[in-house]
């Protein structure tokens, strides 16, 4: 079945401590997109690649970083400068352009213990 | 910069009853609008996507429409079902980037047998 797949579904971190949320997809997607979600509240962009080996910033993007060595995925790393990571993170896909459907994963909750 | 609205925050009806979800968005030079459905602890599942130059699109029991001059969407759920209970988010593409979407903070909706 195509989709997207995040792992792992629940994350607990240590104050200090980097942590990194996976999303692999197997819909030949060119663009990929990490999502924060605060309890209540809508979806903030974090970070969005177009394209392999190219991302670029979302809206609140301090405190965490990406990579996009391959087509199909595309992991986000919390590290120790974001200072309040706790929440649910949601990683999606869609082809390149406008006018294109996002595909969502099934998301990673993320607590600071 | 886009801002996304939806209202009412939360809503609660019997079962039977239509019902009218409200997303207004605030710049209106956009490529497509997205209804999303979330259910507790889950990913986003895409409901219906209207490309800019539509005016509604249907599914099923949903039917979503586009009034870019108000800068208004609608979804309107028919006959309520309790399995229709979620939170429901719209997403907007903008035309001046279209590799981001725009999130408004979601209504939650119960549907009480």
């Known amino acids: 079945d195509g989709g997207i797949t995040q792992s792992p579904k629940y994350l607990f971190r240590k104050e200090g401590q980097n942590v990194t949320l996976s999303c692999e997809q197997n819909l030949n997607h060119d663009a990929m997109y990490w999502y924060r979600q605060d309890p209540g509240q809508g979806l903030r962009l974090i970070y969005y690649?177009?394209?392999?080996?190219?991302?670029q910033k979302g809206d609140i993007a301090e405190g965490y970083s990406v990579s996009r060595e391959k087509k199909e995925s595309f992991p986000l790393t919390v590290t120790s400068a974001q200072k309040n990571p706790t929440a649910f993170y949601l990683c999606?896909?869609?082809?390149?352009?406008?006018?294109?459907?996002?595909?969502f994963g099934q998301g990673t909750r993320l607590t600071v213990v | 910069k886009q801002e996304v609205t939806q209202i009412p925050a939360a809503l609660s009806v019997p079962e039977g009853e239509n019902l009218v979800l409200n997303c207004s968005f605030t710049?209106?030079?956009?490529?497509?609008l997205q209804w999303f459905r979330q259910d507790p602890g889950k990913g986003l599942t895409s409901l219906l996507l209207i490309q800019s130059s539509q005016r509604e699109q249907t599914s099923g029991r949903l039917n979503a429409s586009l009034d870019k001059s108000s800068g208004r969407s609608t979804l309107y759920i028919a006959a309520s079902q309790p399995g229709d209970s979620a939170t429901y988010l719209c997403a907007v593409r903008l035309r001046t980037n279209a590799g981001k979407s725009t999130f408004g903070d979601g209504t939650t909706l119960t549907v009480k047998p």
């Open positions: 999606a896909s869609s082809i390149t352009g406008p006018g294109t459907e996002a595909f």
């Open positions: 710049d209106s030079a956009i490529y497509n």
């Open positions: 690649s177009q394209i392999v080996n190219d991302f």
